[in-house]
């Protein structure tokens, strides 16, 4: 017989994985879509579905107000996150193919967990600085599989930008998830990032009278799977695990990325990509050995749909 927190670990693990499927199809689908739709006009397109969609969700479950410390996380989390990385990773894949830059944006775990050990007081257990340094082991290993002479100096320093902006993201995020409805937070700080992106209106709309059906539908992917939906289910997971632990788990999406680039795109992964994949996943298993810490109990009112 399961016992009664059987279940809260159950979703929660539901959560993490639907995150990072759907995370890892939006590099595929931004590298899809990017010839298209330019960077700014796909971000604001993205964001405002995402924002009408999580609305939606939204309606009828209460609204709990922030007070000025929380607002003032909202916004960095809303610009940096939602607004300056979206930018920054579709202007990235106008540069490198999606699962190089998968690769490079992913040195944000890293950052997450090094300033969730300072900045929110987590530490630095021993198991997750071991899967930390593994697993960007693997992602070395892939980097340089896929290093050549094409690799765009401009495209690196994007992708940098938009793990920076990841990472100061999610630690901003931690704090407002103790008080405030994970969904709550998300679509809020989607609505900020929406509002960065609005300067790009006018690329947005003259996009959309060219760009083909196919690329106009991946928009719409973009900002409801990978947005709405994945924002909210990491939201979930966030209230209940260490930013530092959560944070390493994305480092499954590069691998997934390159399966996926193989897959739709032909973007053919060398041998020693695929290694490094392999040495990405011993280093998520690694970072989750050990005792775990016990997870705030979540008011049932405050869970996130999905």
């Not at 670990?9 to 993490?16: K, N």
């Not at 960077?39 to 009408?52: E, H, K, Q, Y």
């Not at 289910?233 to 997934?256: E, N, Q, S």
Request: hydrophobic share 55%.
């Amino acid at each position: 017989m399961s016992s009664p927190a059987a279940a809260p670990a159950g979703r929660t693990v539901l959560a993490v994985v639907v995150t990072v499927l759907a995370w890892a199809s939006a590099f595929v689908a931004i590298r899809g879509v990017g010839e298209d739709l330019s960077p700014g006009a796909l971000a604001l397109g993205r964001l405002l579905v995402g924002t009408t969609v999580l609305a939606a969700l939204l309606a009828g479950r209460g609204w709990i107000a922030p007070d000025r410390r929380e607002w003032a996380l909202l916004a960095v989390c809303g610009v940096g996150w939602f607004g300056v990385y979206n930018v920054a990773l579709n202007a990235a894949e106008q540069h490198l193919d999606a699962g190089t830059t998968a690769m490079l944006v992913n040195i944000g775990p890293i950052l997450i967990a090094v300033l969730a050990g300072w900045l929110l007081g987590e530490g630095f257990p021993r198991w997750l600085v071991v899967g930390v340094a593994v697993a960007f082991a693997g992602v070395l290993l892939i980097g340089s599989a896929t290093r050549g002479p094409e690799l765009d100096l401009a495209g690196v320093l994007l992708s940098v930008v938009a793990a920076v902006t990841y990472a100061i993201g999610v630690v901003a995020q931690k704090p407002l998830l103790g008080r405030l409805p994970g969904l709550q937070v998300t679509f809020t700080a989607c609505a900020i990032g929406a509002l960065c992106c609005l300067p790009w209106a006018g690329a947005l709309v003259a996009d959309l009278r060219t760009a083909p059906a196919g690329s106009v539908a991946g928009m719409v992917y973009l900002g409801v799977v990978p947005t709405a939906l994945a924002f909210s289910t990491w939201a979930y997971a966030l209230r209940r695990m260490d930013a530092g632990r959560l944070g390493v788990t994305t480092y499954l999406v590069p691998p997934l990325v390159i399966l996926l680039g193989w897959l739709l795109l032909d973007e053919v992964p060398p041998a020693l990509a695929v290694v490094g994949g392999a040495v990405c996943l011993v280093g998520v298993a690694l970072s989750r050995r050990g005792g775990r810490r016990r997870a705030a109990a979540p008011e049932p009112e405050r869970l996130v749909a999905g």
